[in-house]
């Protein structure tokens, strides 16, 4: 069988238009449904440790709120004209809600947050102008109040303050490297 420059052209066009639906197709998943990320620091330790690698699901607040306890991927609320970079927190309160830090727990509405999964293991510094000793602080309509697992080592809402709505990313849902430690966050 000759090869002919009909038949190459033929096949360079569909090996280009596969190329072109899989960029798409990526796109599309990667801006709409599910996304990588990297922990670049140690604030969220011991549960999320510097170089571990995880999807975030960006679809589904689409469908129902952010709960407490969901590890959250955000855009930095900083100044107007700060860089945008991706944080990662915990979800500790939502708006309307009031928080307090004592004696290492975290307090909302006046109720002790002791989840063993998410809040009972870890112990909360009050410190910062948004979580200091004898502070409440009541989170605004459409914000977020979010803490780093790690809290003696984070930079959080107790010290820039909220994070809007439209801020949030999606839902941290399962860590994929380093291999031993490959499973559902929680």
Request: aromatic share 14%; hydrophobic share 35%.
């Amino acid at each position: 069988m000759q090869i002919t420059k009909e038949v190459l052209k033929k096949e360079a066009k569909e090996w280009l238009h596969s190329i072109i639906v899989a960029i798409l197709l990526t796109m599309i998943i990667r801006t709409f449904v599910v996304q990588a990320f990297k922990i670049p620091s140690g604030s969220m330790r011991p549960t999320l440790l510097e170089g571990d690698k995880l999807f975030v699901n960006k679809y589904v607040y689409r469908f129902e709120p952010p709960k407490r306890g969901d590890i959250i991927v955000f855009k930095y609320p900083g100044q107007p004209g700060e860089p945008k970079k991706d944080f990662i927190k915990r979800l500790v309160a939502m708006g309307g809600e009031t928080v307090e830090i004592r004696d290492g727990k975290i307090y909302v509405d006046g109720k002790v947050q002791e989840d063993p999964a998410t809040f009972g293991k870890f112990y909360y510094y009050n410190s910062g102008p948004y979580g200091g000793p004898q502070d409440q602080i009541k989170v605004p309509q459409n914000m977020y109040y979010v803490l780093g697992d790690n809290s003696s080592n984070s930079t959080d809402s107790r010290f820039w303050g909220f994070v809007p709505k439209k801020n949030i990313l999606g839902r941290a849902f399962f860590r994929w490297w380093p291999p031993k430690r490959i499973g559902l966050l929680k």
